[in-house]
């Protein structure tokens, strides 16, 4: 199965910073690499996503990096605001098929 | 569109009581997961499906049973509540698409095992 590694474990930055969260994986089949944002007390829920033929994507202040050959993808969150406080999960994948692997989250605390 | 609605949202047991653990989608997803949550342990698979009548075990299968007898339902069976069991739990369904394969969480139950 799919072993998933995500680094740092924890995160403070001062609001208005940048904050990367990388994750490692194994399986060189994966092909859907997607972040998942879990504020206090709330359900996980997917903020971005990329598939392998792309090597990056952007949304707004996030965005997502992917490489491929290293087995590795990131997400980068620009001008970091109080809200943003949340745990980070990644979950690299196959499509199309069932079990999604959870790396362990990354908490990332801005400071105003 | 209620998406995945999970029961209850908090529970206290005893050690060696059994409960289970409602969970609902209306999406018409095949695909339906449980999760335990941990401080520091991320989100760990315990028992997923793929369809009606077919399910498997993931990473922490031990002291839980699941059924799926319809696609909307997808219930957790603890069978004799251990202390180690204490946790947050997460019900979860997917499509599984081949160009995305997102999943709707469940509110989450927090369960107490004493």
């Known amino acids: 199965g799919e072993n998933v590694e995500q680094h740092p474990s924890t995160l403070s930055v001062q609001e208005g910073d940048s904050a990367v969260i990388k994750c490692t994986y194994s399986?060189?089949?994966?092909?859907?690499f997607p972040w998942y944002k879990q504020e206090l007390g709330k359900r996980p829920q997917l903020i971005i996503d990329?598939?392998?033929?792309?090597g990056e994507k952007k949304d707004q202040r996030i965005a997502v990096t992917l490489n491929k050959t290293a087995k590795h993808f990131s997400l980068h969150i620009t001008e970091t605001q109080p809200e943003d406080s949340a745990v980070y999960f990644c979950?690299?994948?196959?499509?199309?098929?069932?079990?999604?692997?959870f790396g362990k989250g990354t908490m990332l605390l801005v400071s105003p | 569109n209620a998406g995945v609605t999970q029961t209850p949202k908090f529970q206290v047991l005893k050690t060696g009581q059994s409960m289970t653990l409602q969970c609902a989608q209306d999406?018409?997803?095949?695909?339906m997961s449980w999760y335990r949550q941990d401080p520091g342990m991320g989100l760990r698979l315990i028992h997923y499906s793929v369809g009606a009548g077919i399910t498997d075990q993931g990473e922490v299968p031990n002291g839980y049973n699941v059924s799926r007898s319809t696609t909307e339902d997808f219930p957790l069976r603890l069978l004799s509540a251990a202390p180690s069991q204490t946790s947050v739990y997460f019900c979860?369904?997917?499509?599984?698409?081949?160009?995305?394969?997102?999943?709707?969480f469940g509110q989450g139950t927090r369960l107490t095992v004493v």
């Open positions: 979860a369904s997917s499509y599984l698409g081949l160009e995305r394969t997102e999943a709707f």
């Open positions: 979950a690299p994948s196959l499509s199309g098929y069932s079990t999604l692997t």
């Open positions: 990329i598939r392998s033929n792309v």
């Open positions: 999406m018409n997803h095949e695909y």
């Open positions: 399986d060189s089949a994966s092909n859907y």
